[in-house]
């Protein structure tokens, strides 16, 4: 595709309910990055891949967060058991070199959790 | 870790220029990226500093001084359309893939 494509746009989750939130990069792209974005806020690093391989998932705020991108292009970011304070736009970017210069931002999933 | 301050708002009239700051502190640095995010949409690259000095873009220029931790993004010429949020962030130095941002800057272009 023409640029990062991210699905659902919106989600809305009853809390406690699980959710996947999915990114397409851009095609051939090697670094996949996700973002917890809070209204007013900058984006906040939660992972990082290059390929396959997860290489820092620091950013991830508890063991309820989990990302996978299991053939090197498309990658999940799975929230179990919602809270109210996961509401937020989860954005995903990619570059095409490791770390890169530029980085391509997917529209994002707003994600509003009652 | 990183911390990196900006300005919460500014306001310019159309056809002025106008100076956004980035400071930083950080435990490690290799570079320093600007970008446009307008309500509601993703983030957009306007620049990317590694070097010390100032690399111009069109309307847009951006500035790095490594030893004071300090950026800034001039816009000249401004449009309506420059009013957006502008987010400074620094790329970790041990880490290539990490970026940390900054809360950003919401700039209002007025006529």
């Known amino acids: 595709g023409a640029g990062v494509s991210q699905s659902p746009r919106y989600k809305v989750a009853k809390r406690g309910q699980d959710v996947a939130l999915r990114c397409d990069p851009i095609?051939?792209?090697?670094?996949l990055f996700w973002y917890q974005q809070a209204l007013g806020q900058g984006p906040e690093f939660l992972t990082y891949?290059?390929?396959?391989?997860?290489?820092?998932k620091s950013g991830l705020p508890s063991d309820r967060f989990f990302a996978e991108r299991p053939e090197g292009s498309v990658s999940t970011l799975k929230i179990q058991r919602t809270q109210q304070e996961d509401s937020a736009v989860y954005l995903c970017?990619?570059?095409?070199?490791?770390?890169?210069?530029?980085?391509?931002f997917g529209p994002g999933t707003r994600l509003t959790v009652t | 870790g990183q911390n990196i301050d900006q300005p919460t708002e500014m306001t310019a009239t159309e056809g002025a220029i106008v100076q956004i700051n980035c400071t930083y502190q950080t435990s490690g640095f290799n570079g320093l990226f600007w970008y446009q995010q307008h309500a509601g949409e993703a983030p957009t690259f306007l620049s990317y500093n590694v070097l010390d000095g100032l690399e111009e873009k069109g309307r847009f220029s951006s500035f790095l001084s490594r030893s004071k931790g300090y950026s800034y993004l001039l816009l000249k010429e401004l449009q309506m359309k420059d009013s957006a949020s502008y987010l400074c962030a620094v790329r970790d130095g041990a880490n290539a893939g990490k970026s940390t941002f900054g809360d950003g800057t919401t700039l209002t272009v007025k006529p």
């Open positions: 891949f290059q390929n396959e391989a997860q290489l820092d």
């Open positions: 095609s051939g792209h090697v670094s």
């Open positions: 970017a990619s570059t095409g070199v490791e770390g890169g210069d530029e980085q391509y």
